[in-house]
């Protein structure tokens, strides 16, 4: 699902495009640069408290890939597990199989109003707008899915996925859509915070049906794991009738062991916590406890793909702790919304593209929002090597272009380049056109304006004019 | 001791001066500096931007033009990095390259190279030779031992400058952006040098700078180090 | 549903055709408290006790003979009327409680009954120094999870043998059949411009009384 901004053709526009609009917004700019900088500095203050941090890494990206290079086996363990536990499994190939599934559980309760917990993957399959289409209606819970849903809206983080508005604009957003809001409500975080809980309130203390995502699910023991901050996740977790969870096949982990490694890495990576303030586990179902009827949905939806890709199944590692957004300099400066994806920012782009496929221009573009500095490689706290995957998947791209009968220029460009590279002549011979060329299109030093696809250069930047002698030239002569 | 020059097609024609201040600093040590023009590109850019057939023959050429070279010595770490990290993805044994500050402090063992550069600069660590090479501090050990020169570390130095390659023009304005930040950052320390060990982020850097009449002189460490 | 799970199955060995062996994990992280500061068992309590207090939860110490009484000054300076209890708290804890009146749950008491009371007192499985984590699994005087969920002030009472220094002891401890809930501090959000804001649901005050023997 792609956000409803259109590009010029009218399909979602790709990232350099999308990201010319995000960097003008100027509100957008500060609340991303204040939020990636906080959480940043949060995230490091508790690393460095923990010495055994590297081994936790290690033991984490192992743990992924122990389930994920034998998937097949943890996920019919799981099924087992989770069976015997009192719990239903289903299995949805895409998102259309997926939200079918969601809802004809939820027809069978006889319900038209469901609670959700944030759950990306439902995000992913466009859930919600599945339900309405059945005329059933979700509520998110969380505080900022529910500032977005409110605004009609997309998310812009994995975490704080309302960070693009300000307080303001959600002041005005509750006025406008939330029922029962105090007619002197203020602007003040707290008082948000506290009338959402009360219009919630009410939500959670009725609803039969609730859907959730999960962090992780144990194949040993059918064991679902949800991390939260607000509440909200145990409030839909533990008091309806009837719930349904929609996980990602590649959320396997083999055993229960594996969780303390996880449960140390996920919440230091993403809020920059010791550990967060709520995570709810639960097998099956437990008599008298919480939800008498359970379903978990596995999802393919294009993991499957990823899981086939050699280099880039080591995306299928994410654990979705948003660590790589928050350090990278691009997200930093574009917000979430430019990567047209529920995935944004570094993950973003190796894992949207994997999951979709290359061929739209948007999914084409996402392997090249990056410069390759690699500080998301630095925090992943799985060991994701993000810049590789993305050369990696920039080659996929180039691949699946080449043979089309107009080559774009860039192509053209390219193989040129590397034509007059291939030969010594050819690249002397070139190398005394761009000398000379370069000289001719000097003013004053500098070439400030450069023709064709290198006029993007110099829209901003000046280049200096090349000296008279190349070095070789110096070199023959000395 | 006998050094093969990687001058990089980069240098070989904008930054000639690069791969002579190169050249004097390291005959002044007491090298032997060849230069083999059958040189062209390691392939970077392309590798980089996704044509990997085309990397691949370069890379492949690259390998042969340096087979059985002595230590190879370049002055862009990017390109040290390129052939270092993506040769064997490539399946082309890498030669066994340097780039320009390692071989100084790891190979001549040297930190004080007799450079006097009487300025007050600020150096910024780019992204391949901080966390591909780890270059460490070891361009900041020589720029201490030059004579007169006063070093001011650079705020938030580990921030990326936005050329990322292709990623200067395919995604300009983000480019823009983050090199907006850079100079902002490199102005707050009021040097009237920038440097780097790589040509590549200065020329964006610096053009951006340039463009906007911000009055800061880049200039890549090899200069630096060849001053007397 | 057995088509779907046939394909992506399938689609599964599929991708893994050809892929490596799946590698050992390597455990070399750390399972207990390190170095000298952890040696004791007063130790690990005390840095239970400081990382509770960094989340604004308040903790306070008590001997067990004493453990009536604090229960009953936590819930007076509450103004707390009526209470829920697990129906096998121990009768001990209550003793002392005095004009509040401490409602056993049971199935009578749905959510909207649950919301309109005061607060709550549990026990907890086990306690977790690094984090300042209480983890509840419904076992002994805790409760199903909706007591210590609804209520607005939840009471936890944790003794010094419950307390183990990290992470991987308390998974070791813990039984992933029973329904956990891990608890670190009262639930926050920083989702309006990222400014923390304590309490939106779940309990808005968590107090812990560590219990000495």
Known sequence: MTPSVAGPSGRPPKFSEAARTALADTQLRRNLAAATHTIRERRAAVVDEVADWEDLRDAGAAVKDRALLRLDSALEELERSVVEAGGTVHWARDAAEANAIVTSLVRATGETEVVKVKSMATQEIGLNEALAAAGITAYETDLAELIVQLGDDWPSHILVPAIHRNRAEILALFQRAMPGVPPDLTDDPAELAAAARAYLRERFLTAKVSISGANFAIAETGTLVVLESEGNGRMCLTLPDTLISVVGIEKVLPAWRDLEVMLQLLPRSSTGERMNPYTSTWTGVTPGDGPQDFHLVLLDNGRTGALADEVGRAALRCIRCSACLNVCPVYERTGGHAYGSVYPGPIGAILTPQLRGVQSALDASLPYASTLCGACADVCPVRIDIPEILVHLRGKVVESRRHRPVPTPEMLMMRSIAWTMGDRGRYESALAQTVRWGRLLSRGGRIRRLPGLLAKWTDARDLPMPPRQSFRAWWRRR | MRIALFITCFNDALFPATGKATVTLLERLGCEVRFDPGQTCCGQMHWNTGYHREAAALAARFGEVFAGADAVVTPSASCAAMVRAAYPKLGVEPPEVYELTEFLVDVLDVADVGAYFPHRVTYHPTCHSMRTLGLAGRPERLLRAVRGLELVPLPAAEECCGFGGTFAIKNSDTSVAMVADKIRHVRETAADVLCAVDNSCLAHIGGAISRLRAGVRVLHLAEILAAT | ?213
């Open chain 3, 1 to 213: 549903m057995t088509a779907a799970r046939e394909e992506i199955l399938a689609r599964v060995r599929a991708a893994l055709a050809g892929a490596p062996e799946p590698p050992e994990v390597p455990r070399d992280y750390a399972v207990r408290l390190g170095g000298p500061e952890f040696e004791s068992r007063a130790d690990v309590v005390a840095l239970f006790t400081e990382r509770v207090a960094d989340y604004r939860a308040s903790v306070r110490h008590v001997a067990a003979d004493e453990l009536g009484t604090a229960v009953a000054a936590a819930l007076w300076g509450r103004e707390a009327k009526r209470i829920v209890v697990p129906s096998d708290l121990p009768y001990g804890w209550l003793a002392e409680l005095d004009g509040v009146q401490a409602l056993a749950d049971s199935s009578a008491l749905d959510p909207p009954v649950l919301a309109d009371l005061d607060g709550v007192v549990t026990g907890c499985a086990v306690a977790i120094a690094q984090t300042g984590t209480v983890v509840l699994d419904g076992g002994r005087a805790q409760g199903r999870r909706l007591l210590s969920l609804v209520p607005d002030y939840h009471l936890c009472v944790v003794h010094v043998d419950q307390i183990v220094g990290t992470v991987p002891e308390a998974i070791d401890r813990l039984d992933p059949y029973r329904p956990l809930t891990w608890i670190s501090g009262p639930s926050a959000t920083s989702d309006i411009e990222l400014s923390r804001v304590e309490g939106v649901h779940g309990p808005r005050t968590l107090e812990v009384l560590v219990v000495e023997d």
